[in-house]
Protein backbone atom coordinates (compact mmCIF):
# COMPACT_ATOMS: atom_id res chain seq x y z
CA UNK A 1 0.00 0.00 0.00
CA UNK A 2 2.90 2.35 0.50
CA UNK A 3 3.85 4.86 3.59
CA UNK A 4 -0.03 5.89 4.98
CA UNK A 5 -0.63 9.09 6.62
CA UNK A 6 -3.47 10.05 8.17
CA UNK A 7 -3.94 14.49 8.40
CA UNK A 8 -5.93 15.75 11.47
CA UNK A 9 -7.37 18.96 10.82
CA UNK A 10 -8.85 21.29 13.51
CA UNK A 11 -8.94 25.24 13.70
CA UNK A 12 -6.07 25.57 16.83
CA UNK A 13 -6.16 28.46 19.45
CA UNK A 14 -3.81 30.51 21.93
CA UNK A 15 -2.14 28.18 23.84
CA UNK A 16 -0.80 31.33 26.21
CA UNK A 17 -2.32 34.47 26.51
CA UNK A 18 0.71 35.76 24.61
CA UNK A 19 -0.25 33.74 22.16
CA UNK A 20 -4.24 35.26 21.24
CA UNK A 21 -3.45 38.51 19.26
CA UNK A 22 -1.12 36.89 16.82
CA UNK A 23 -3.56 33.96 16.78
CA UNK A 24 -6.57 36.80 16.11
CA UNK A 25 -4.84 38.67 13.64
CA UNK A 26 -4.05 35.26 11.45
CA UNK A 27 -7.93 34.49 11.99
CA UNK A 28 -8.37 37.45 10.56
CA UNK A 29 -5.82 37.74 7.77
CA UNK A 30 -8.23 34.85 6.25
CA UNK A 31 -10.44 36.28 3.97
CA UNK A 32 -13.02 34.01 4.34
CA UNK A 33 -13.84 35.66 7.32
CA UNK A 34 -14.11 39.18 6.67
CA UNK A 35 -14.37 39.44 2.30
CA UNK A 36 -12.75 43.04 1.96
CA UNK A 37 -13.25 44.99 -1.73
CA UNK A 38 -9.77 45.72 -1.47
CA UNK A 39 -6.93 42.79 -0.86
CA UNK A 40 -4.57 45.61 0.91
CA UNK A 41 -6.76 46.54 3.39
CA UNK A 42 -7.10 42.93 4.75
CA UNK A 43 -3.85 42.78 6.99
CA UNK A 44 -4.51 46.58 8.58
CA UNK A 45 -8.00 45.33 9.26
CA UNK A 46 -6.66 42.20 11.19
CA UNK A 47 -4.13 44.46 13.09
CA UNK A 48 -6.92 46.45 14.18
CA UNK A 49 -9.25 43.72 15.63
CA UNK A 50 -6.38 41.54 16.81
CA UNK A 51 -5.22 44.88 19.13
CA UNK A 52 -8.29 45.88 20.08
CA UNK A 53 -9.66 41.98 20.91
CA UNK A 54 -6.93 40.83 22.27
CA UNK A 55 -7.68 42.11 26.42
CA UNK A 56 -10.79 40.85 26.31
CA UNK A 57 -10.07 37.37 24.97
CA UNK A 58 -7.02 36.97 27.32
CA UNK A 59 -9.54 37.39 29.88
CA UNK A 60 -12.03 34.49 29.26
CA UNK A 61 -8.40 32.40 28.77
CA UNK A 62 -7.90 33.55 32.13
CA UNK A 63 -11.00 31.35 33.13
CA UNK A 64 -10.03 28.02 31.69
CA UNK A 65 -6.41 28.14 32.74
CA UNK A 66 -4.95 30.87 30.74
CA UNK A 67 -4.65 29.42 27.20
CA UNK A 68 -6.43 26.54 25.05
CA UNK A 69 -5.85 22.93 25.42
CA UNK A 70 -6.66 22.21 21.99
CA UNK A 71 -3.61 21.34 20.89
CA UNK A 72 -2.45 19.57 23.65
CA UNK A 73 -5.97 17.37 23.50
CA UNK A 74 -5.31 16.99 19.36
CA UNK A 75 -1.80 15.46 20.11
CA UNK A 76 -3.36 13.25 22.91
CA UNK A 77 -6.08 12.14 20.07
CA UNK A 78 -3.36 11.58 17.18
CA UNK A 79 -1.48 9.39 19.13
CA UNK A 80 -4.42 7.50 20.45
CA UNK A 81 -5.33 7.03 16.62
CA UNK A 82 -1.65 5.90 15.80
CA UNK A 83 -1.25 3.16 18.55
CA UNK A 84 -5.24 2.08 17.46
CA UNK A 85 -3.88 1.51 14.43
CA UNK A 86 -1.00 0.13 14.51
CA UNK A 87 -2.87 -2.79 16.39
CA UNK A 88 -4.84 -3.19 13.52
CA UNK A 89 -1.91 -3.96 11.73
CA UNK A 90 -1.41 -0.34 10.29
CA UNK A 91 1.35 1.66 10.61
CA UNK A 92 0.37 5.04 9.78
CA UNK A 93 1.93 8.06 10.68
CA UNK A 94 -0.88 10.74 12.28
CA UNK A 95 -0.39 14.49 11.43
CA UNK A 96 -1.62 17.35 13.35
CA UNK A 97 -2.89 20.45 10.36
CA UNK A 98 -4.41 23.64 12.73
CA UNK A 99 -5.99 26.21 10.51
CA UNK A 100 -5.08 29.45 12.78
CA UNK A 101 -2.31 28.16 15.18
CA UNK A 102 0.60 26.02 15.64
CA UNK A 103 1.21 23.44 14.32
CA UNK A 104 -0.42 24.97 10.75
CA UNK A 105 -1.92 23.03 8.03
CA UNK A 106 0.99 24.21 5.96
CA UNK A 107 3.43 22.63 8.58
CA UNK A 108 1.71 19.14 8.62
CA UNK A 109 1.35 19.24 4.54
CA UNK A 110 5.67 20.02 4.60
CA UNK A 111 6.12 17.11 7.22
CA UNK A 112 4.20 14.85 4.89
CA UNK A 113 6.19 15.38 1.98
CA UNK A 114 9.72 14.98 4.16
CA UNK A 115 8.33 11.52 5.22
CA UNK A 116 7.47 10.17 1.79
CA UNK A 117 3.78 9.68 2.49
CA UNK A 118 2.31 8.24 -0.60
CA UNK A 119 -1.23 7.47 0.56
CA UNK A 120 -3.36 9.76 2.84
CA UNK A 121 -6.29 10.33 4.79
CA UNK A 122 -7.36 13.84 5.24
CA UNK A 123 -9.50 13.17 8.18
CA UNK A 124 -11.33 16.53 10.01
CA UNK A 125 -11.77 16.40 13.78
CA UNK A 126 -15.67 17.94 12.45
CA UNK A 127 -18.14 15.70 12.97
CA UNK A 128 -20.28 17.39 10.83
CA UNK A 129 -19.45 19.19 7.54
CA UNK A 130 -19.92 23.36 7.19
CA UNK A 131 -18.58 25.22 4.68
CA UNK A 132 -16.93 27.41 7.21
CA UNK A 133 -14.61 24.91 9.30
CA UNK A 134 -14.27 21.40 7.38
CA UNK A 135 -14.83 23.52 4.00
CA UNK A 136 -12.34 25.86 4.92
CA UNK A 137 -9.56 23.79 5.49
CA UNK A 138 -10.61 21.84 2.37
CA UNK A 139 -10.08 25.02 0.67
CA UNK A 140 -6.67 25.73 2.15
CA UNK A 141 -5.43 22.27 1.37
CA UNK A 142 -6.76 22.83 -2.57
CA UNK A 143 -4.80 25.60 -3.08
CA UNK A 144 -1.76 24.31 -1.42
CA UNK A 145 -2.16 21.05 -3.51
CA UNK A 146 -2.58 22.73 -6.77
CA UNK A 147 0.88 24.67 -6.26
CA UNK A 148 3.08 21.52 -5.80
CA UNK A 149 3.25 18.97 -8.16
CA UNK A 150 4.76 17.09 -5.55
CA UNK A 151 1.35 16.97 -3.84
CA UNK A 152 -0.29 15.70 -6.58
CA UNK A 153 1.47 12.44 -6.72
CA UNK A 154 0.49 11.50 -3.21
CA UNK A 155 -2.90 9.24 -3.13
CA UNK A 156 -5.28 10.58 -0.99
CA UNK A 157 -9.02 10.69 0.02
CA UNK A 158 -10.92 13.17 1.95
CA UNK A 159 -13.45 12.18 4.86
CA UNK A 160 -16.02 14.97 4.86
CA UNK A 161 -18.32 14.02 7.26
CA UNK A 162 -18.82 11.67 9.59
CA UNK A 163 -21.63 12.17 12.11
CA UNK A 164 -23.18 9.23 11.50
CA UNK A 165 -21.03 6.21 11.90
CA UNK A 166 -22.26 3.84 14.51
CA UNK A 167 -18.98 4.48 16.92
CA UNK A 168 -19.56 7.50 16.78
CA UNK A 169 -22.81 7.85 17.95
CA UNK A 170 -22.17 4.79 20.25
CA UNK A 171 -19.35 6.91 21.72
CA UNK A 172 -21.78 9.82 22.73
CA UNK A 173 -24.46 7.62 24.08
CA UNK A 174 -22.22 6.01 26.75
CA UNK A 175 -20.68 9.60 27.65
CA UNK A 176 -24.33 10.79 28.13
CA UNK A 177 -25.29 7.31 29.92
CA UNK A 178 -22.59 7.68 32.49
CA UNK A 179 -23.85 11.60 32.80
CA UNK A 180 -27.96 10.39 33.13
CA UNK A 181 -27.31 7.45 35.87
CA UNK A 182 -25.59 10.07 38.56
CA UNK A 183 -29.25 11.21 39.20
CA UNK A 184 -31.91 9.71 41.51
CA UNK A 185 -33.93 9.64 38.63
CA UNK A 186 -32.14 9.14 35.43
CA UNK A 187 -35.16 8.85 33.25
CA UNK A 188 -36.27 11.89 33.69
CA UNK A 189 -33.52 14.10 32.81
CA UNK A 190 -33.43 16.45 29.77
CA UNK A 191 -31.14 15.71 27.41
CA UNK A 192 -29.92 19.11 25.88
CA UNK A 193 -27.53 19.16 22.79
CA UNK A 194 -25.83 22.22 21.91
CA UNK A 195 -24.03 22.80 18.97
CA UNK A 196 -22.21 25.33 17.40
CA UNK A 197 -24.74 27.76 15.65
CA UNK A 198 -24.23 28.84 12.02
CA UNK A 199 -25.95 32.01 10.07
CA UNK A 200 -29.27 31.24 8.46
CA UNK A 201 -27.75 32.04 4.97
CA UNK A 202 -24.84 29.41 5.25
CA UNK A 203 -28.11 27.12 4.87
CA UNK A 204 -30.49 28.95 2.66
CA UNK A 205 -28.43 30.71 -0.04
CA UNK A 206 -25.03 28.37 0.39
CA UNK A 207 -26.85 24.77 0.87
CA UNK A 208 -24.76 24.10 3.79
CA UNK A 209 -25.48 20.62 5.13
CA UNK A 210 -24.85 21.35 8.24
CA UNK A 211 -27.83 21.68 9.90
CA UNK A 212 -29.65 19.18 8.58
CA UNK A 213 -26.42 16.73 9.83
CA UNK A 214 -26.69 18.19 13.10
CA UNK A 215 -30.61 17.59 13.53
CA UNK A 216 -30.24 13.86 12.17
CA UNK A 217 -27.27 13.22 14.35
CA UNK A 218 -29.15 14.52 17.24
CA UNK A 219 -32.10 11.96 16.59
CA UNK A 220 -29.59 8.98 15.83
CA UNK A 221 -27.53 9.67 19.65
CA UNK A 222 -30.61 9.37 21.03
CA UNK A 223 -31.71 5.96 19.32
CA UNK A 224 -28.19 4.39 19.93
CA UNK A 225 -28.90 5.87 23.69
CA UNK A 226 -32.33 4.05 23.88
CA UNK A 227 -33.31 5.76 26.57
CA UNK A 228 -36.88 7.29 26.93
CA UNK A 229 -35.45 11.22 28.03
CA UNK A 230 -36.72 13.61 26.61
CA UNK A 231 -34.39 15.85 24.50
CA UNK A 232 -33.65 19.74 23.12
CA UNK A 233 -31.30 20.93 20.26
CA UNK A 234 -30.39 24.14 20.33
CA UNK A 235 -27.44 26.59 18.87
CA UNK A 236 -24.75 28.27 20.55
CA UNK A 237 -22.09 31.25 19.35
CA UNK A 238 -24.58 33.04 17.69
CA UNK A 239 -23.21 36.66 16.51
CA UNK A 240 -24.59 40.33 15.19
CA UNK A 241 -27.76 41.34 13.74
CA UNK A 242 -27.60 38.37 10.98
CA UNK A 243 -30.15 35.51 11.91
CA UNK A 244 -28.43 32.37 12.82
CA UNK A 245 -29.52 29.13 13.25
CA UNK A 246 -32.33 28.57 15.94
CA UNK A 247 -33.26 27.66 18.66
CA UNK A 248 -30.61 29.40 20.29
CA UNK A 249 -28.87 27.57 23.48
CA UNK A 250 -29.41 30.45 26.15
CA UNK A 251 -33.00 30.98 24.89
CA UNK A 252 -33.90 27.48 24.71
CA UNK A 253 -31.99 27.01 29.10
CA UNK A 254 -34.71 29.39 29.56
CA UNK A 255 -37.84 28.26 28.19
CA UNK A 256 -37.19 24.83 29.78
CA UNK A 257 -36.93 26.35 33.21
CA UNK A 258 -40.17 28.09 32.49
CA UNK A 259 -41.28 25.05 31.57
CA UNK A 260 -40.25 23.37 35.43
CA UNK A 261 -37.05 21.02 34.32
CA UNK A 262 -35.12 20.95 37.23
CA UNK A 263 -32.39 18.18 36.04
CA UNK A 264 -30.64 18.67 32.60
CA UNK A 265 -27.48 17.04 31.00
CA UNK A 266 -26.20 19.75 28.77
CA UNK A 267 -24.22 17.28 25.46
CA UNK A 268 -21.95 19.55 23.23
CA UNK A 269 -22.57 17.44 19.76
CA UNK A 270 -20.32 18.85 17.67
CA UNK A 271 -17.30 18.79 19.70
CA UNK A 272 -14.90 16.54 19.85
CA UNK A 273 -12.19 18.24 22.45
CA UNK A 274 -12.71 20.45 25.43
CA UNK A 275 -12.10 24.11 24.63
CA UNK A 276 -13.40 27.60 25.17
CA UNK A 277 -16.53 27.29 23.97
CA UNK A 278 -17.20 24.01 26.35
CA UNK A 279 -15.10 24.84 29.54
CA UNK A 280 -16.00 28.44 29.32
CA UNK A 281 -19.38 29.16 27.45
CA UNK A 282 -20.86 26.19 28.85
CA UNK A 283 -20.21 25.10 31.77
CA UNK A 284 -19.36 29.13 32.99
CA UNK A 285 -21.88 31.36 31.27
CA UNK A 286 -24.92 28.52 30.34
CA UNK A 287 -24.65 27.21 33.62
CA UNK A 288 -25.07 30.72 35.32
CA UNK A 289 -28.14 31.74 33.28
CA UNK A 290 -29.50 27.77 33.78
CA UNK A 291 -29.29 28.20 37.55
CA UNK A 292 -30.47 31.37 37.62
CA UNK A 293 -33.49 31.02 35.47
CA UNK A 294 -34.00 27.90 38.27
CA UNK A 295 -32.95 25.39 36.22
CA UNK A 296 -31.64 22.96 39.61
CA UNK A 297 -28.98 20.54 38.48
CA UNK A 298 -26.54 21.35 34.98
CA UNK A 299 -24.69 18.55 34.56
CA UNK A 300 -22.17 18.74 31.24
CA UNK A 301 -21.18 15.35 28.87
CA UNK A 302 -17.76 15.46 28.75
CA UNK A 303 -16.43 15.93 25.22
CA UNK A 304 -14.55 13.07 23.46
CA UNK A 305 -11.40 13.56 23.74
CA UNK A 306 -9.36 10.03 24.06
CA UNK A 307 -12.56 8.03 24.80
CA UNK A 308 -11.55 4.54 23.79
CA UNK A 309 -14.89 4.18 21.68
CA UNK A 310 -14.78 7.24 19.67
CA UNK A 311 -10.39 6.56 19.23
CA UNK A 312 -11.25 2.71 17.73
CA UNK A 313 -14.15 4.57 15.50
CA UNK A 314 -11.45 7.01 14.26
CA UNK A 315 -9.16 4.15 13.32
CA UNK A 316 -11.77 2.42 11.79
CA UNK A 317 -12.96 5.66 9.69
CA UNK A 318 -9.16 5.45 8.55
CA UNK A 319 -9.08 1.94 7.17
CA UNK A 320 -12.93 2.71 5.28
CA UNK A 321 -11.73 5.47 4.12
CA UNK A 322 -8.39 3.43 2.83
CA UNK A 323 -10.53 0.99 1.09
CA UNK A 324 -13.47 3.49 -0.33
CA UNK A 325 -13.71 5.15 -3.89
CA UNK A 326 -11.49 8.48 -3.30
CA UNK A 327 -13.00 11.56 -2.61
CA UNK A 328 -11.10 14.26 -3.88
CA UNK A 329 -10.90 18.01 -2.37
CA UNK A 330 -12.57 19.42 -5.67
CA UNK A 331 -15.16 17.33 -4.90
CA UNK A 332 -16.10 18.78 -1.37
CA UNK A 333 -19.01 21.21 -1.31
CA UNK A 334 -18.06 24.98 -1.23
CA UNK A 335 -19.94 27.99 -1.15
CA UNK A 336 -21.28 30.37 -3.41
CA UNK A 337 -19.17 33.51 -3.62
CA UNK A 338 -22.17 35.52 -2.93
CA UNK A 339 -22.45 34.33 0.97
CA UNK A 340 -20.52 35.75 3.67
CA UNK A 341 -17.94 33.66 5.63
CA UNK A 342 -19.00 34.67 8.83
CA UNK A 343 -16.82 32.09 11.56
CA UNK A 344 -18.44 30.17 13.89
CA UNK A 345 -17.99 32.79 16.93
CA UNK A 346 -19.37 35.49 19.09
CA UNK A 347 -18.19 38.30 17.55
CA UNK A 348 -20.15 41.23 16.59
CA UNK A 349 -19.99 42.64 13.32
CA UNK A 350 -21.89 45.64 12.68
CA UNK A 351 -22.95 44.61 9.74
CA UNK A 352 -25.91 43.71 7.80
CA UNK A 353 -26.95 41.16 5.13
CA UNK A 354 -26.94 44.13 2.70
CA UNK A 355 -22.92 44.87 3.34
CA UNK A 356 -22.63 41.37 1.44
CA UNK A 357 -22.74 42.96 -1.85
CA UNK A 358 -19.75 45.81 -2.38
CA UNK A 359 -19.41 48.36 -4.55
CA UNK A 360 -16.98 51.18 -4.81
CA UNK A 361 -18.62 53.52 -2.41
CA UNK A 362 -20.80 51.24 -0.04
CA UNK A 363 -17.02 49.47 -0.01
CA UNK A 364 -15.65 51.97 2.59
CA UNK A 365 -19.15 52.77 4.38
CA UNK A 366 -18.98 48.75 5.27
CA UNK A 367 -15.20 48.95 6.45
CA UNK A 368 -16.00 51.96 8.57
CA UNK A 369 -19.09 50.09 10.23
CA UNK A 370 -17.19 47.42 11.21
CA UNK A 371 -14.39 49.28 12.29
CA UNK A 372 -16.51 51.31 14.90
CA UNK A 373 -18.51 48.39 15.92
CA UNK A 374 -15.21 46.56 16.74
CA UNK A 375 -14.24 49.77 18.43
CA UNK A 376 -17.16 50.47 20.60
CA UNK A 377 -18.36 47.13 20.25
CA UNK A 378 -19.57 44.97 23.34
CA UNK A 379 -19.45 41.17 24.25
CA UNK A 380 -17.07 38.46 24.77
CA UNK A 381 -14.85 36.64 22.31
CA UNK A 382 -15.78 33.27 21.87
CA UNK A 383 -14.81 31.88 18.31
CA UNK A 384 -14.74 28.35 16.79
CA UNK A 385 -10.86 29.81 16.13
CA UNK A 386 -10.46 30.63 19.91
CA UNK A 387 -10.37 27.10 20.80
Not at 22 to 34: A, G, K, Q, R, V
Not at 147 to 173: H, K, N
Not at 284 to 294: C, D, H, T, V
Not at 354 to 366: D, P
Request: aromatic fraction near 10%; charge should be negative; include cysteine.
Amino acid sequence: MGRVGVLLLNLGGPEKLEDVRPFLFNLFSDPEIIRLPFPWLQKPLAWLISSSRAKKSQENYKQIGGGSPLRRITEEQAQALKARLQQQGHDAAVYIGMRYWHPFTEEAVAQIKRDGVEKLVILPLYPHFSISTSGSSFRLLEQIWNQDEALQMIDYTVVPSWYDRPGYLQAMAELIAKELDQFPHPEQVHVFFSAHGVPVSYVEEAGDPYQREIEECAQLIMRSLNRPNPYTLAYQSRVGPVEWLKPYTDEALEELAEQGVKDIVVVPISFVSEHIETLEEIDIEYRELAEEAGIENFHRVPALDTYPTFINDLALMVEDALKAPQVKLAEVMRPQKQVKMYPQERWEWGMTMSAEVWNGRLAMIGILAVLLELLVGRGPLHAIGLL
